[in-house]
């Protein structure tokens, strides 16, 4: 029997009543009701249309219907657990490897990038035999206990931070420790690293890993300066720790150039841990670790079994292989280099009408817009990218959020499908509100005048 569809103010009543308030809507003041999408276009229950640069997670596009194809025709043959043996597993585990540097070639299939993480984090304390993490300021791993732990963005928040948790300083060249004018910015940033693992061995402990986001998202969108991680790989693993690369929001090719964010730090860069979840499954839970031989044989010479009743099952992996062909077939990271770069391009001119614009940033479909009050102090401008946010939802039905420590930072992490055109709307619409705020600050300056 079909279900008979509650109308928004019910379903929003309901939602009050049953589910977590600390579980956010976006758009919290008046949600958007979605009821179907496809590509990179939502619709609400009106029918009315919203260009959707938010969900990364639907990496081909909501909807495919390759994925659905393939997700409903594994579900209606077989799904059962990855202990029963079974091709699926295999041939994407082997799919992903030919994606990776050769040394990573083990692959454990989880559910989310939380499960990835908490994973990741097991296999090194096990291989290293060590206790301690490095991690970036800022940092967002994921909502499991161990994971809130290494994340400075929740700890800070909540308990604080725990003595086996050391953070270094966020490798931002915009508004960090050291910026653009530097000479060697990853050099100067990877000594921070080099600098905390000496202090961190003077109180007599030992570090396991240094765990990063390949591109920082929750940090504001952040391009890593290069030459960063193979220092900091260079300097962890002389303390006896391993560099774990965390996917999750960057990987599948969203960067463009290259299937992994971590290769943008030069071809010879290879992670001793990578983790990938978000886009892997097009929506459907799917994620993993990937890792060497010789970490997962220290993991296995423990003598306990590790187990994931839902990871790599056969219906997960045809869903991802079915991602992987979509990529290719679509040409998908092409796309996110020409379109990427277009509207990189198209904001950047942008920047230079509006004083607003303190900096823009990105690689692909991976991109930031920094507002400021004041471009010297670099005063963060949160309320100016909430108005922003808001407006082009209720006037252009375009969905963006924002991002950075201070919610001053407009990210763009839509579908791979996202097309020129749909750049071109984006900017014109932001180019509008913003002259609109100008214009409106300046009829207000007249006024106290």
């Keep these: 029997m079909a279900q008979e569809e509650l109308r928004k103010e019910e379903t929003l009543a309901m939602r009050n009543r049953l589910i977590g308030q600390s579980c956010k809507l976006f758009y919290s003041e008046d949600p958007v009701k979605i009821v179907r999408a496809r590509g990179q276009?939502?619709?609400?229950?009106?029918?009315k249309r919203y260009l959707d640069c938010i969900s990364n997670v639907q990496h081909v596009g909501h909807c495919h219907p390759a994925i659905t194809k393939a997700a409903a025709a594994q579900m209606d043959v077989l799904n059962t657990n990855s202990r029963f043996l079974h091709d699926n597993i295999v041939l994407y585990a082997d799919r992903l490897a030919a994606t990776l540097p050769q040394k990573l070639c083990v692959f454990y299939f989880v559910n989310s990038g939380s499960e990835a993480n908490d994973l990741a984090l097991r296999l090194a304390r096990q291989y290293t035999q060590h206790e301690d993490v490095v991690v970036l300021d800022h940092a967002y791993h994921g909502h499991l206990m161990s994971l809130i732990d290494i994340s400075p963005y929740k700890f800070r928040k909540l308990a604080g931070q725990k003595e086996w948790v050391h953070?270094?300083?966020?490798?931002?060249t915009y508004r960090g420790?050291?910026?653009?004018?530097?000479?060697?910015?990853g050099q100067a940033y990877a000594d921070t690293v080099k600098d905390l693992i000496e202090d961190v061995h003077k109180k007599g402990r030992k570090i396991s890993a240094f765990f990063a986001e390949s591109l920082p998202s929750v940090g504001g969108q952040i391009i890593l300066p290069q030459g960063y991680f193979p220092k900091v790989?260079?300097?962890v693993r002389s303390a006896g720790g391993v560099f774990v690369a965390d996917e999750v929001q960057t990987g599948f090719g969203r960067v463009g150039h290259h299937f992994w964010a971590f290769q943008l730090?030069?071809?010879?860069?290879?992670p001793d841990i990578v983790t990938m979840g978000k886009p892997m499954g097009n929506g459907h839970p799917l994620a993993c670790v990937a890792t060497t031989a010789e970490i997962a044989g220290a993991f296995t010479a423990n003598g306990v079994e590790y187990f994931n009743t839902f990871g790599g099952t056969p219906v997960s992996c045809a869903?991802?292989?079915?991602?992987l062909d979509v990529i290719v077939e679509e040409d998908l990271r092409g796309n996110a280099v020409r379109v990427g770069a277009h509207l990189k391009d198209l904001l950047t001119k942008l920047k230079a009408r509006h004083e607003i614009i303190g900096d823009v940033r990105g690689v692909g479909l991976f991109l930031g817009i920094e507002l400021v009050i004041d471009r010297e102090k670099k005063t963060p401008a949160t309320e100016a990218a909430a108005h922003v946010v808001k407006r082009l939802k209720e006037e252009d039905q375009i969905c963006v959020s924002t991002d950075g420590p201070w919610e001053n930072v407009l990210k763009f992490k839509p579908p791979m499908c996202f097309g020129m055109e749909n750049a071109e709307l984006v900017v014109k619409c932001i180019d509008r509100i913003l002259t609109d705020m100008k214009a409106s600050d300046l009829k207000l300056e007249k006024e106290d005048i």
């Design 41 to 47: 276009y939502l619709f609400d229950e009106n029918g």
């Design 167 to 172: 953070v270094a300083p966020l490798p931002d």
């Design 177 to 185: 420790i050291y910026r653009e004018d530097h000479p060697n910015p």
């Design 233 to 235: 790989a260079e300097y």
């Design 265 to 270: 730090q030069g071809d010879d860069f290879c």
């Design 319 to 323: 869903v991802g292989l079915a991602v």
